[in-house]
């Protein structure tokens, strides 16, 4: 590992292997590929890392732990649901915007394997299904208690996804649309964390 500002070998890789995978998904993507993308030989990538499943199987479980796992933990929570909401939107915009490619990437790969997001969850003893049903009977709580309008929890959680993934899928038309360069957009995410919460809260309470 070299000293200073310089970026270790390992972490190269990984992040040019990201972005190969991202461009072309696990089945499209080669070692040749993710090698000339972090700009060393092939021989070198497989000093570090045996193979692509190797590489893949690392990123997958790291990002995903990262997200999912952020959001799972928020899930599980005792905290009160307006709470809540907002952590999840503040952690899945935080997440995307540190990983610009994480979107595309998780959604591309858990789309062609769904069954990849189960499996992670078992293996940290989470069950996604249950922690959804503990969120939809506190929404269903707030609405018995009249502070919500009738609230279908399954779409709640979809749109808040959905308010907070899409930008970053549509990056590129929105920053050609808006005119914007990065720095901007990037500004425009971190005011969108309480632009996408207010939304919400308008949307769902009485």
Known sequence: ?????TKPTEEIILNAAMKVFTRRGYAGARTEDIAKE???????????????ETIFNLIFETRIKEFFGGVFGIFQTTLPLFEKIDKLVQHEIETFSKHPDLAHFVLGEIAQEPERLLHFGEK???????????????????????????VDGRQLIIHIMSLCIYP????????????????????????????VYEFIMHAIKK
Do not use: C, W
Not at 169 to 181: F, G, L, S, V, Y
């Open 124 to 150: 940290l003893n989470l069950n996604p299904r249950k922690l959804i049903a503990g969120f939809e009977n506190q929404i269903n709580e707030e609405v018995k208690r009249g502070t919500l309008r009738p």
């Open 38 to 52: 972090a700009g060393i030989n092939r021989a070198l990538l497989h000093y570090y890392y045996r193979d692509k």
């Open 168 to 195: 970053f899928i549509a990056r590129p038309i929105i920053k050609t649309m808006m005119q914007m360069e990065e720095p901007d957009f990037m500004i425009m995410m971190d005011k969108r964390k309480k632009e």
């Open 1 to 5: 590992m070299k000293s200073g500002k």
